[in-house]
């Protein structure tokens, strides 16, 4: 149907407010950024420096080290959450289940805590000395982890943070996938006798591929983006060791 | 049988692991200091809940920080729920020119991290004077791409012959919009209601940079202030400070269950 020619304004009324919003806000700081990148600060000014920026930044030993922990945590962190993320959704799944709006309101209910908040709850659970964690570490025979104060266990620290917070949010999103499923494609692999992996390999993963690859997208943005966590959590301590981008 | 066993083992195990860090907060803000610091913290409701909100009190201006939290959410939402289901309705129903732009820009900036734009936005409002504003918060906050997203992958299954119907019927295209589109979409506007609600409610970096004297400061902010305080560090009153921010949304999200899933699986499957 063709629009009047009053009605043709309509989208771009409509579209303004957020338009001016996104232009303000987002794009020109990108742009000034991307500018900034290229000058020095000195004596109140912004002078044009070209590439000097960058070949410090290049030749900072932070940098690698940065550039190496956010790395390290994608390749760790993200995996690791989507697995388990799609091992709960499938178990919450399961036709015998009963309260699976307990289990995946529990699981879910992470994502909704501010960051600051799980930070501080999280930095008091790995408190070297009066942790609760070390403490079932020591109850179990082992020796006490500094959490915070060296590089492997802190960075661990703040895997197991993230995953604490997302998994449930990833969780869901597969749910949604594993509920599109047509359920005659289970009862005929049952009927060709499949088990619980075969069904999940052969039927469950190829269904929800996209899926999958949303929630994996999704959660690389996250890692690559990740500031806050080691911000609160470790500072970017011990000596740089948790530093990201 | 050892199936169910094993899976409601894992299950209840995840469930337990993703609620126990909720209530050692909740537990804590009533047990001293020393008693979180023990080993083993004490791990069962204690008797120090009034005192501690005592010294919270003293030590941070809770009431303030609490309407803060909480005018800067609704207002926000206010303003993010006109935005974005305009925006939505239009780059889901209508075709002209440029839209394909202006929503590849919008998705673009979903993967920009936002720490790109805060020395450029801070610098913004240093120059027009309005570091340390409810506005200077909230502007921002508005360039959101998921909830411009949220909203156009749900009135894409609007029916189009309802919006021809309304159409024949000599509505104008605003009051289509709001007639016909907006009380029809409404399970999508509470889930994007409770979304930009969360987002603000628990928004942190961009406040921390922006708000400036500690009678602006939402809860993300004081609670890390009251964090850095590195003299005495009384965990009793941070975790009792930590409960009373999450307390709203935890309600919030109990109530609202629904839109909340609702919301996430919105933006990720389409039918």
């Known amino acids: 149907m063709k629009l009047s020619k009053k009605s043709r304004f309509f989208p771009y009324a409509m579209l303004l407010p957020t338009v001016v919003i996104f232009a303000v806000f987002m794009i020109y700081p990108i742009i000034y950024s991307f ?84 930070a501080l709850i999280f930095k008091v659970l ?37 995953t604490w917070r997302w998994v449930g949010y990833n969780m869901v999103i597969l749910l949604a996938g594993i509920q599109a499923i047509p359920t005659d494609l289970y009862e005929s692999a049952s009927l060709d006798g499949a088990n619980f992996w075969q069904k999940l390999r052969y039927v469950t993963i190829p269904s929800i591929k996209p899926v999958i690859l949303f929630t994996t997208i999704t959660s690389t943005i996250g890692t690559l983006q990740l500031f806050d966590e080691p911000y609160i959590l470790t500072q970017g301590g011990p000596n740089y060791a948790t530093i990201t981008l | 049988m050892i199936k169910k066993i094993c899976v409601y083992f894992l299950l209840i195990l995840a469930a337990f692991l993703s609620l126990f860090p909720f209530y050692f907060m909740f537990v804590s803000g009533t047990n001293s200091n020393q008693a979180i610091l023990a080993a083993p913290p004490r791990l069962i409701p204690g008797d120090m809940l009034a005192q501690n909100f005592s010294v919270l009190v003293e030590k941070m201006d809770i009431f303030r920080v609490a309407f803060n939290t909480l005018f800067l959410s609704v207002v926000f939402v206010l303003l993010a729920v006109i935005l974005f289901s305009s925006a939505g309705y239009v780059l889901a129903k209508y075709e002209f020119k440029g839209k394909g732009i202006i929503f590849g820009f919008i ?75 907006l009380p029809n979409v409404k399970p999508a506007l509470s889930a994007l209601v409770i979304y930009m609600f969360t987002t603000m409610w628990n928004n942190f970096m961009w406040p921390l940079i922006v708000l400036e004297t500690k009678d602006m400061y939402n ?47 919105g933006g990720a499957v389409k039918e």
């Open chain 2, 219 to 265: 809860f993300p902010v004081a609670l890390a202030v009251l964090d850095g305080n590195p003299t005495n560090k009384d965990f009793a009153v941070i975790l009792l400070a930590t409960s009373i921010a999450t307390l709203p949304i935890l309600f919030i999200f109990m109530v609202f269950q629904k839109q909340f899933v609702a919301g996430v699986m």
């Open chain 2, 107 to 181: 998705m673009v900036s979903m993967m920009i991290p936002a720490q790109v734009m805060y020395v450029p936005l801070f610098q913004m409002f240093v120059s027009a004077g309005m570091t340390n504003t409810y506005a200077a918060v909230i502007l921002p906050s508005l360039a959101n791409a998921f909830g411009i997203f949220l909203m156009r992958q749900n009135m894409m299954n609007f029916p189009t012959a309802l919006i021809e119907a309304a159409r024949i019927d000599g509505y104008t295209e605003f009051q289509i919009f709001t007639h016909i589109v």
């Open chain 1, 126 to 162: 790995f408190n070297t000395d009066h942790g609760l964690i070390n403490y079932l570490v020591e109850f179990f025979g082992g020796e006490k982890i500094q959490w915070i104060y060296s590089a492997w266990p802190a960075r661990a620290s703040i895997i197991i943070s993230i």
């Open chain 1, 35 to 118: 500018y900034l990148s290229f000058t020095e600060f000195s004596g109140g000014t912004y002078n044009f420096v070209g590439l000097q920026n960058y070949i410090e930044l290049f030749k900072d030993p932070v940098f690698y080290k940065a550039l190496f922990n956010t790395f390290f945590y994608l390749i760790i962190q993200v995996p690791v959450m989507i697995g388990l993320a799609l091992l709960l959704a499938v178990l919450i799944e399961q036709k015998f289940i009963r309260g699976r709006g307990f289990f995946r309101m529990s699981t879910f209910l992470p994502t909704i805590t501010s960051l600051v908040a799980y």
